[in-house]
């Protein structure tokens, strides 16, 4: 089945997609995913605003659906957390300034990309496919990047001079063959990552978008090259989310199904019997989870007691205004990353923690409404699984750019049950009509 982008906004997406490694190859993706977002955001604004003025090919899908307003309105209190967390601090108008500009490239991603999904007329089936023509370049240069190490290649490639514009870190902007696992001297791929934690939720993504491909070839490749991610970024959360993120949404549908629930109900009296050998396996699997990456679990643990603690004593509402250093304990690490809520509640306080919560919970309840009625909420709501996951893990504002297929699939979504529930509003008001005009003649 061969799939064509139908309008310049589709072309736009389908080419930045399955150029993901030649982009990072030369340092460039943290720059690509905001210019993308402000662009296409630019182009959908521009649709809702011309209407039927703007060529048919671009036209909105229709009215920019809650679920997207809600993500506005959520990433706009996020800005005046910081705003106001950097004035309880004086931080100074210089900081400020900067921190906006990376929250532009941020957390305004969460909106955008959504946006850009529930507007423009882009099919899932484009950014599914571009997806599967990024795991065949994964695949073919797995090899070489497998063999790297063994014959002495360097880790780093080389940083690109695009660095000069500003970002989280040099990592963001370097190209990377391989790295050292500090902990057993051992390699690890991050892919077209910056870190390989990060890769192997990239791969997880990978594989939810894969199997919703109709063609079993494109299918095949994409799946391949998502476990390959996963398995050789050695990372723990990416095999926990590869089992959840493709198997969950797969299985929703069962909660309409009468026999489901008996068979639930027969495993629940069966753990009375069985419960007590199941729990004592499930500390025993969690401490052997925990003590597989011993020094890492301590150093996350650490972050997030100091990022608490902190947070309630110092700055509640509004949090700190940004990330501080940390100390020899934590490895040098900076209090507030390596976890979104305890991060956001470091940074943005409770303001912050809330701006994300309810938008993101939002989000969550339509895919898993829709994904329990049929197959059309199950990458909406592997996407938000995997975003969920990742913000135990990671710190989603910085990562923002590497997620927007999914973010725009999203948006997609919110798109379609927004005209199915407009639909459903007319077919109302239709069936009432005869009624209401048949009334007065009672």
């Given amino acids: 089945m061969d799939i064509r982008p139908a309008n310049p ?36 604004f521009l649709s809702l605003y011309l ?55 941020g957390w305004a991603l969460l909106a955008l990309f959504p946006f850009v999904g529930s507007v423009l007329p882009i099919r899932r089936e484009v950014l599914i496919r571009a997806q599967c023509i990024v795991g065949l370049w994964t695949l073919c240069l797995t090899p070489i ?44 791929w991050q892919f077209y990552a910056p870190w390989s934690p990060f890769a192997a939720l990239l791969g997880v993504l990978q594989v939810c978008f894969a199997l919703e491909e109709k063609s079993i070839k494109w299918r095949s490749i994409g799946i391949a090259a998502g476990i390959t991610m996963i398995l050789l970024s050695k990372s723990r ?23 489901a629930w008996q068979v639930l109900a027969g495993i629940t009296a069966s753990l009375a019997v069985v419960g007590t050998y199941l729990l004592q396996a499930l500390k025993d699997g969690v401490a052997a989870f925990k003590g597989a990456r011993a020094d890492s679990t301590r150093v996350r643990e650490t972050l997030q007691r100091i990022a608490g603690e902190r947070w309630e004593n110092e700055a509640y509402w509004f949090g700190h205004g940004t990330v501080q250093p940390g100390a020899h304990v934590v490895e040098f690490m900076p209090i507030g990353s390596h976890h979104t809520w305890w991060g ?17 919970a939002y989000q969550t309840l339509l895919a898993l409404t829709d994904a329990a009625r049929g197959p059309r909420g199950r990458l909406p709501l592997a996407v938000m699984m995997t975003i969920i996951l990742l913000s135990f893990g990671e ?32 077919g109302h008001v239709q069936a009432a009509g005869p009624a209401l005009v048949a009334a007065p003649g009672r």
């Fill in 9 to 44: 906004a589709e072309a736009v997406v389908f080419k930045a997609l399955k150029w993901t490694w030649p982009f990072y190859f030369v340092g460039a993706l943290y720059v690509v995913g905001p210019i993308l977002a402000w662009s296409l955001a630019a182009l959908a």
């Fill in 51 to 105: 209407g039927p003025a703007i060529r048919a090919d671009l036209r909105a899908r229709g009215p920019v659906p809650g679920a997207v307003w809600l993500w506005f309105a959520g990433m706009g209190v996020m800005l005046i957390a910081l705003w106001v967390g950097h004035l309880d601090w004086g931080l100074g108008t210089k900081q400020t300034i900067k921190s906006s500009i990376g929250w532009a490239k």
């Fill in 145 to 188: 990047l497998f063999i790297a190490p063994q014959i002495g290649l360097p880790e780093r490639l080389f940083t690109s001079p695009l660095k000069a514009i500003g970002g989280p870190g040099p990592e963001y902007f370097s190209v990377f063959l391989f790295t050292w696992d500090p902990s057993s001297w051992t390699p690890r």
């Fill in 237 to 259: 959360m990416g095999m926990i989310g590869l089992v959840a993120c493709t198997v969950g949404p797969r299985m929703l549908p069962l909660l309409l199904k009468g026999w």
């Fill in 344 to 360: 956001l509640l470091f940074v943005k306080g409770l303001v912050g923690m809330l701006a994300l919560l309810v938008p993101l």
């Fill in 395 to 426: 710190n989603l504002e910085i990562e923002a750019y590497m997620l927007w297929p999914g973010l725009m699939i999203l948006g997609i979504h919110a798109a379609e049950m927004s005209r199915d529930a407009r639909a459903r509003r007319q």
